[in-house]
């Protein structure tokens, strides 16, 4: 069965830098189009950023410059470089995995999250 499970989450000063980690077992990471959500307390889960089969990438725009997405087939890990983070950016943060082989279009695995706190 297809795992994920996200690490990397911690507390960190305004305008500091962490590096999300999903590793992905039970499969095949290059299957899949891989995603970061977050969601804030109070808020709704939003989207944060994707990497597709084709190496297409995508951000939100509060995040563009900041953020960079990227995998590591070999290790079966995608990863989110986060930097010059801002106090907005404290949310849950949770990677998705979409099967490419079907026609949802939907991401059918996630992760169990993990906390980003930036202080201000």
């Known amino acids: 069965q297809v795992h994920l499970v996200e690490s990397g989450g911690g507390l960190v000063p305004v305008g500091g830098s962490l590096r999300l980690s999903c590793v992905l077992s039970g499969s095949l990471l290059e299957k899949y189009g891989m995603g970061w959500f977050r969601q804030a307390p109070g808020k709704e889960r939003e989207f944060v950023s994707v990497i597709a ?34 106090y907005e950016d404290t949310a849950v943060y949770y990677c998705a995995a979409d099967d490419l082989r079907d026609s949802t279009g939907t991401y059918e695995y996630w992760g169990q999250g993990t906390q980003v706190t930036v202080s201000s």
């Open 53 to 86: 089969f084709n190496g297409y990438t995508n951000y939100v725009e509060s995040v563009k410059g900041r953020f960079t997405i990227s995998r590591d087939n070999a290790r079966n890990t995608v990863y989110l470089q986060m930097n010059n983070l801002k």
